[in-house]
């Protein structure tokens, strides 16, 4: 499952201490080494001090999609190169992966990407300006099975209550899960909160939208027997409570 690029936040307001990724070292081919050498300059993005100018990172004013947790890239570089016109943000924190998609990144020629390599929680919190993401994707998410792990889990109430600072109303959320008790844990979870609503007629689960390429986790579970679960949310126009300040 995919459990990099992001921790689990505390509601807005609190220290975060609990992450939802474990940091894995994972080795680096000597071809992802070098891509990150020699290609992290122009398409990777640093913690900055401030919020970051999406249009001056991108060169360019256009639609922008945020993937969290990214993996080995190939869902965020199919939607780039179908989508030439949108921009991409992909945040990940394991090195191979990052590497994995600067050498497609390169082969392809796909100038509509930026990699951070940081936790998701600090730039959703701390590297995005309000407002400056149209879509979010959560795909495969880690589900944390034992029950003294789910507060690991990253998708909470906090976090979307994160996430809408950055999604202007009407910005889509995609969240997309294998494994069945998680599914219905992010269903309740959206439902109670005020900052998205179900974008499925009716509520519950989206049929498998033709826009989410299939992933290598999406495969893997599928030979396992697993059902997969989209969920597609629309950002509300609901605000925090004056006060309420990110953590992260």
Not at 70 to 78: K, M, P, Y
Not at 164 to 182: E, I, Q, S
Request: glycine letters at 8%.
């Amino acid at each position: 499952m995919n459990d990099r690029g992001a921790a689990h936040p505390k509601t807005p307001g609190h220290h975060r201490t609990v992450r939802s990724f474990v940091r894995r070292a994972g080795r680096l081919t000597p071809s992802q080494a070098r891509a990150i050498e020699s290609l992290w300059s122009h398409f990777g993005i640093d913690p900055p001090s401030t919020p970051l100018d999406l249009d001056t990172v991108f060169g360019r004013h256009a639609a922008r999609t945020l993937e969290i947790g990214f993996g080995d890239g190939d869902n965020l570089a199919t939607l780039a190169a179908r989508h030439p016109e949108r921009d991409y943000l992909g945040v990940e924190v394991h090195d191979p992966g990052v590497g994995r998609l600067l050498l497609r990144i390169e082969r392809e020629g796909l100038e509509n990407i930026r990699v951070a390599r940081h936790d998701a929680v600090e730039v959703i919190n701390h590297w995005l300006a309000p407002d400056s993401i149209d879509e979010l994707l959560v795909f495969f998410p880690d589900p944390w099975h034992k029950k003294r792990h789910h507060k690991r889990r990253l998708i909470q109430a906090g976090f979307l209550e994160q996430l809408a600072r950055v999604m202007p109303p009407g910005a889509r959320l995609h969240l997309a899960t294998d494994w069945a008790p998680y599914a219905e844990d992010m269903l309740i979870t959206c439902d109670a909160s005020p900052a998205f609503e179900n974008a499925q007629p009716g509520g519950g689960y989206a049929a498998r939208p033709d826009t989410r390429p299939t992933t290598k986790f999406e495969r893997r579970g599928l030979r396992l027997g697993h059902e997969v679960f989209d969920l597609l949310c629309k950002r509300t126009d609901w605000q925090p409570p004056q006060g309420d300040q990110p953590s992260g």
